[in-house]
């Protein structure tokens, strides 16, 4: 949403969102569009995994990125009530982990 100048959306459906800080350093890293605006977003909570073991945990069972595990790990911990990814393969596997999951597209 934030390369297409759009992260006010995800507030506005949203309210607050929680991403890890796996996700927050891949964007940090890559220099990608959103970091200002994620930067500048009070509304967006950055956290870290409380078990990092299961990250790795979770690489040696799929072959999703870093960001992606990250995200599904998290949900869990925080038991939420939906978990924003869109990569097929990271949703079949959320979805597989009983976690309630929705696509952008979904969000909008």
Known sequence: MAKVEQ????????GQIV??????????VR????VLAIQSANWIQ????SD???LQELQTQTNLDLGERAAILLAEELE???LI???????QIAK???LPVIGMVGAL
């Open 96 to 98: 597989s982990r009983r």
């Open 46 to 49: 950055v956290r870290s995994l």
């Open 80 to 82: 939420t009530d939906r």
């Open 85 to 91: 990814i869109n990569e097929r393969a990271a949703r």
């Open 52 to 54: 990092r073991f299961s």
């Open 19 to 28: 991403i890890p800080q796996e996700v927050y350093d891949e964007l940090i």
């Open 7 to 14: 992260l006010q959306l995800l507030q506005d459906v949203f």
């Open 31 to 34: 220099n990608h569009l959103a």
